[in-house]
């Protein structure tokens, strides 16, 4: 089963040994919103933008974010490389450049080979490319991958597969295409290449608004270059240049100090399961990370609201009555708790993601989903849900039945998505 969506170009989303999870993530590349890892460590799920209003220009280097990229550009130019480039004479445009604080375009490029300028005689002790490839399987790429996965995440050889890697990383549904503007789109592998030699890949989603980061691997030959961050900075630029406008780095998980990393990158903005809105990632929000599981900056404006009616400094005393009429007496009674305490349990109870009660899914699915599309084949019409002879069997909190399934994917996908969206069982 696929899921394509319905535009001049429909474009996959799921394919059918994909799960519901990733029905999630399908749905925050497609700008209509995110929804979170059915994980009791998740605080709050980020996509990362640089302002309210798509400006990326707004983003400001951090010391070590700077440093980071000019320590990688005088290894791979050297040092002899640099002392001619400083000796040769400086055009307007470079003196303009100088002026300014740090400009992230030009330092990100700045030694890569295409870019070096031609009337240089002294060679630069690298060569050096990054280039953006189709996503497709190569010995090179699966040889990379599990090194990282070996020396990273300690997995044992026999845990790193080529079919792993391909299923994982490789060949994505999303398909690629170029829009009007001449914008690539789809999925794509961001390749480093050292002097001929794959030292590092981002897996990267092309989204009409936004370089979505999915993965980044890299040879521990080259871990005390912090090719991670040196990533997140390249990324960053291409968004900045070829106009994509958002660059998103995922998930973010407060309690995992692996990827705190990502709050350096600022301003930051996280979506808000609730209303589907960006708030700024500030110290108010990261307090709040620090005593919830997760956290809903709406939610907590409304208790703030009913906090300061309230004659009582006592949480318990609160009386919140939230936008349904709904009464909630207390945060914990507002932020409720799950029955699974992993997302293993969860996945192994059978229980739909509707029924979990899953962050960000909706706990009904969508209205007329007998309306959805599907198609049964490469060569047969689209017809609705409800042509479906199975489709009155079912139930929709029912994982085991077609109606099931379709439900927990609306669900997921959000009732705009659903109706936009063609189900294809014939692949």
Known sequence: MQVAGATEEPQTLLTPDTSPVTVATAKMQTQVGALPIPDETLKVLTSFSWTEDGDASQFRARKDQRQTLHRWNRYVLGEKYMKALSARPKTKEDKARDKDIFDLSSTVHASETPSLPSDIKTKPDHTFEVKLEYDTFTNEKFDLFSDYQQNVHHESPTETTRSGFRRFLCESTLQRRTDASGKRLGSYHHCYRLDGRLIAMSVLDLLPHAVSGVYFIYHRD????????LSALRELALALDEGYEYYYMGYYIHSCMKMRYKGT???????????LEWDLLDDRMKELMEKRKWVSMSRERVLLRAEASSSSSDDSDVVVVTESGEKKHDVADFYPTYQHRSALEATNSGLSLITLGMPGVMLDPPPNLGRMRLR???????MRMDDIVAWTMGHVKDRATIKGIVAELAACLGEEMTHKVVVDFGR
């Open 376 to 382: 049964l084949g490469p060569a047969t019409p689209i």
């Open 222 to 229: 080259f871990e005390k270059w912090s090719l991670g961050k």
């Open 265 to 275: 990158y600022k301003p930051q903005y996280v979506l808000d399961f609730d209303n």
